[in-house]
């Protein structure tokens, strides 16, 4: 009898399990895109090592001032502000600066957000433009890492112009990269949308309009006609674009021009030939050519972080390598001529002409401030990629030939790395520049000393340590106006409109509120005598001297049996001051009239008051000096 196996039912197996990972990171498992993000997230770290050691510095202080002085009117943000139109950052200022004023902590974090926002965009960007593909690693090294973005990026005041004009230029080239495919014409006006957000930033602004029109023209599309048959085809067909893009720049200059009265003495002016040509061979011959490869490495140290200072051998050697890939560019890849003719013209059309017509009147050394070439860090990223690589479908864009794959990625490796030292060091060297101590302790001491103050303190106007803020800011400079921030609402009002005190205040080098005393003339009672002379009841001091402005102020010495009341007369401004009774008063008072002899009225000559000194000058700390 044969024996059969029964046949058992298979037994399901468990079901498995699936998770399904994010798009974004899901695409994390592209070798490219992991080191793309690795490279992000490295460059962030630096940029808060340089946040950390920054501060407020000059122009951030008058923002802060500013904000406080006025409403957030159409008015306010159209100020031109040292030759700059921008009513997007100013408003941002004013908002930032009135929730909080000082509050470095708040500043750096939208200035960082900023930057993440500009690092993930431009990595979408070179993925657009070139594929996703191992070479464009080193375009995002270049712009993630180039310590020509480092100064304008840890500078508040700086930052305002130049991080969002970076992201503008950003995301302008993506919406136009998608026009120029077809994928539909708003993006053609979405672009047109973020050049009207760079002027509102930034007043090379205006640039980005011709840099879109060339690059389209150039690579975008009808690569294969020649330039200038492709410019008038671009016009031709998509007229109504370019010629709102005109009517913005038209209307962005009229505004401007029409502004320019807010700043009297700042910005545009006759530039002159010896300080131009100095200011162009630093800027374009030592700044950006040793930045462009990863220098300056060494840095001269200033109020505000550091002006570049590369070594010959560097700037020599920056040169050979920047020529030696425009030739092998130009030989190897069609079209590349335009690319670096494109990069030239940024130069010297959006970062140097405006900066020789607003600095060229007086000083070259602005030549040596990355800040005024770090948005064209973005353009030589784009332009060096556009000159290596070809675009998201373009054929045939080779004239011979590319050496071995192998070879290639050798060189890249090698280049992108040496650059990667080149600016580590650079950057650790700009970084040893900050000096964000001084100004972090005045400005804490100032907003102690104002938050212990009494509701009726009185303080008088005088200006911040040259130190902290520079003389050629004028009346901006006060305290009045720079430290009344930190008050609280009565206090700020007295001390922008001080009152006749007999304990009167003002700030001290540190900060802190001293007891005042005036600089300038001085008149007292003489050897022997118990009160200075008058006749007719009236003092006259006819060497008296009064330049007028907030920074004014008058003092007198007495002594009175009973309360009374003299009238203090500079030029045309009369100032009635009510005086105690005592046997050894001293009253301060507030000056705003400008002329050369003061004179001191009793206004009841029979009155028993005696003076015993008088003062008219600067308001200063006790035994200090005007700063």
């Known amino acids: 009898m044969e024996a059969t196996e029964t046949e058992r039912p298979e037994r399901p197996e468990p079901p498995a399990l699936r998770i399904a990972l994010p798009g974004w990171l899901a695409a994390l498992r592209s070798p490219v895109l992991l080191g793309a993000a690795l490279l992000v997230v490295v460059s962030l770290v630096l940029r808060l090592l340089i946040l950390r050691d920054s501060y407020f510095v000059e122009d951030d202080l008058l923002f802060v001032g500013d904000a406080y002085r006025s409403d957030l009117t159409l008015d306010f943000v159209t100020r031109v502000h040292k030759g700059h139109f921008m009513p997007g950052a100013l408003a941002l200022t004013w908002v930032l600066s009135r929730l909080a004023p000082y509050d470095w902590l708040l500043v750096a974090g939208v200035t960082f957000v900023a930057q993440v926002l500009l690092s993930v965009l431009t990595l979408r960007l070179l993925r657009n433009l070139f594929g996703t593909r191992p070479a464009i690693l080193p375009l995002l090294i270049l712009i993630l890492f180039s310590p020509l973005t480092i100064p304008a990026f840890g500078w508040w005041a700086a930052a305002i112009n130049a991080v969002p004009l970076q992201l503008v230029l950003v995301l302008a080239l993506t919406d136009q990269l998608r026009f120029s495919r077809g994928e539909g014409g708003r993006y053609g006006w979405r672009a047109l949308a973020w050049c009207g957000a760079g002027m509102a930033f930034s007043t090379k602004g205006v640039f980005v309009t011709f840099l879109l029109f060339a690059l389209t023209t150039a690579f975008l599309r009808e690569r294969e006609t020649g330039w200038i048959a492709s410019a008038f085809g671009e016009v031709r067909r998509h007229w109504r674009l370019w010629s709102a893009h005109v009517l913005a720049l038209a209307a962005y200059t009229i505004l401007y021009l029409a502004r320019r009265g807010t700043a009297p003495g700042e910005g545009a002016s006759m530039p002159d030939p010896d300080v131009t040509t100095e200011l162009l061979s630093l800027l374009l011959g030592r700044t950006f050519p040793s930045g462009a490869i990863g220098g300056p490495i060494d840095w001269s140290p200033t109020a505000?972080?550091?002006l570049a200072e590369p070594a010959d051998a560097l700037v020599i050697g920056s040169w050979v390598i920047l020529a030696t890939l425009l030739v092998v560019t130009v030989l190897y890849r069609r079209r590349a001529l335009r690319a670096w003719i494109i990069l030239a013209g940024y130069l010297l059309l959006a970062d140097a002409v405006p900066t020789v017509i607003a600095r060229g009147s007086y000083t070259s050394l602005v030549g040596l401030e990355t800040r005024y070439v770090a948005d064209a860090v973005v353009i030589l990223a784009i332009c060096l990629g556009l000159a290596l690589l070809p675009v998201e479908g373009e054929s045939g864009a080779y004239r011979r030939a590319l050496p071995a794959p192998s070879?290639?990625?050798?060189?890249?490796?090698?280049?992108?790395?040496?650059?990667?030292?080149?600016?580590?060091?650079?950057?650790?060297?700009?970084?040893?520049?900050?000096?964000?101590?001084?100004?972090?302790?005045?400005?804490?001491?100032?907003?102690?000393?104002?938050?212990?103050?009494?509701?009726?303190?009185?303080?008088?106007?005088?200006?911040?340590?040259?130190?902290?803020?520079?003389?050629?800011?004028?009346?901006?400079?006060?305290?009045?106006?720079?430290?009344?921030?930190?008050?609280?609402p009565a206090i700020r009002v007295r001390m922008t409109h001080p009152e006749p005190s007999e304990d009167a205040r003002v700030f001290d080098k540190d900060g802190r509120l001293v007891p005042m005393s005036v600089f300038g003339f001085f008149a007292a009672r003489g050897e022997g005598e118990r009160c200075m002379p008058t006749l007719d009841g009236t003092a006259f001091f006819p060497d008296a001297i009064s330049f007028g402005g907030k920074a004014t102020a008058g003092a007198l010495a007495y002594i009175s049996d009973r309360p009374v009341s003299v009238t203090v007369e500079v030029g045309e401004e009369r100032i009635v001051l009510s005086l105690k009774e005592t046997s050894g008063g001293l009253v301060h008072f507030p000056v705003t009239g400008v002329s050369k002899g003061m004179n001191i009225v009793m206004n009841d000559p029979t009155a028993p008051l005696c003076l015993t000194g008088v003062a008219l000058g600067a308001p200063v700390p006790q035994g200090g000096q005007p700063s």
């Open 407 to 488: 070879s290639l990625s050798l060189v890249a490796g090698l280049t992108s790395g040496a650059y990667l030292i080149l600016s580590m060091v650079s950057i650790g060297a700009y970084r040893d520049t900050l000096t964000g101590d001084r100004v972090r302790a005045y400005l804490e001491t100032a907003r102690e000393q104002l938050a212990a103050a009494p509701e009726n303190v009185v303080i008088y106007p005088t200006p911040l340590p040259d130190d902290i803020v520079l003389p050629v800011n004028g009346e901006r400079r006060l305290s009045s106006h720079l430290l009344a921030p930190l008050a609280r």
């Open 304 to 306: 505000v972080g550091g």
